[in-house]
């Protein structure tokens, strides 16, 4: 008798007009096991995943759930039947509260004489909340006011109370800092103790080695190969994702920490509620600046803050010793945002590539108030498109339909092509697979070079290690520790400053 597998997939086929996004794809994944994924951007992961979990079919193919035809005509009906997934975008509903993510759909279980009563539902959601260890987080809440982790975590939330017995894992962990990774990593380890399924997909090499039993490598939309955990070896896994060997400096190499005396933008006895407090920030012409912390410690509000999308309560943003109020005039003192939520806050999703790369260097290309060259325009938004390796059809694609690194490549390409003096990076590279890393890092290498200033904020410590000149350390809105480059400082020297 064939081994019963808890999912299988024979034979997948998907094509999105001309581009194939699967081709000829099987997989099998036993109970008790966690198994990752992992390729380039665009090579068929979340395809592969999100037709498993019901938010799409396949054009050829079949699968097959403990052994049985498996074929979910939706999330909602996968979920139902055992197969829940976190998707790598946004998955809850912002205009409501997080009780009514949580119990979306079946609010009417709560329903006393034709009303719902708010109470039972928001404790029973804290239940849920709470069961994950995520009771920070209040069910009351409205989820718009909420940060992306916790969302993330009320999306997990949400498909855990549906106890599945396949849990699959889309990109989610570089959304969040090491505590909230901290709950995935238990919650994967438990279904894993039950003999249930994990499905992970994860850009983070370090990442998935540790977590996961197998690794299976997409590449252009075909299975390559899979390595099971005693197999596992960095650079034979690189090789075989991107089909060749990764060749230089992955980070910088050197440990010259100097820039310029010259401060460009700078923060005076900053305070916004309890994310800055009595905050005083310099950043100098030519410094790569990394900034770390955990959950809620104001980098992110920091962020925002430095470009002029979030205003003081007291104090003052100062770029080249002039206020900074807003975001128009940070744009007019040549600096650049990438927000970690890009769905949100970076992107129109529903205009093309084109559109929101060229936003951002329109006057690379206007000639007068209102006139566009189109071929210049096209030819600046080709430029940035094959600097960054962006896996898309064509510069007129949705970026709706781009997979998820790709958007982020998107976001990136619209700041860096302008030539910004100064970049903000909120989690510049989440989601980013590691050829096009290697290539973001070498941007910011040479920017920094040519005497531009950078802000990297991350939630990967080995990132603000390999790249920053400095690299300051936030708790509770305020400095808790900074240090230099040139003291080659280690990892467990700076999380202590966090917690
Ligand atoms: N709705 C769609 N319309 C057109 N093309 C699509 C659509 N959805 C996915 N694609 C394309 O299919 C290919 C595979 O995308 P997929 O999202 O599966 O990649 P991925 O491996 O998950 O990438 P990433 O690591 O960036 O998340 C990409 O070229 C993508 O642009």
Redesign the pocket.
Known sequence: MSKEFMIEAKKMHKS??S?V?LDNVNVKVSGGEIRGLI??????????TSIIAGMQRANEGEMFFKGKPWNPGSMIESLENGVGMIV?ESGTVPGISVAENIFLGETAQFRRGGIVSRKRLIKAAQEVLNSIGASYIKAETLTADIDMQSRKLVEIAKVMRKNPEVLIVD?TTTALSQDGREIIYKIMNQMKAENKAVIF?S?DLEEIMNVCDALTV?RD?KIIVTFDKDEFDEDVIKTSMIGRELQGEYYRSDLDDSYDNEVVLEIVKGELDDQLREFDFQLHKGEILGVGGLSYCGMHTLGKVLFGAERLNAGEVLAHGKPLKNEKEAMNHGIGYVSKDRDYESLSLNASIKDNISIGGLECFATGKFLLLSGKENRYVDEQIKKLSI??QDRNQYVM??????KQKVVFGKWIGRDSEILILDCPTR?V?IGVKQAMYQLMYQMKKEGKSIVIISEEMTELLGMADRILIMKDGKKAAEFMRSDKPQEADIIKYMI
């Not at 390729?39 to 592969?48: A, D, L, R």
């Not at 339909?401 to 790709?406: I, P, Q």
């Open positions: 999105f007009g581009t996004a390729g380039e951007n665009g090579s068929g992961k979340s395809t592969v790598q990109e997909i850009h997409l939309g896996k898309c339909t781009l997979s998820g690194g790709n989601g697979d």
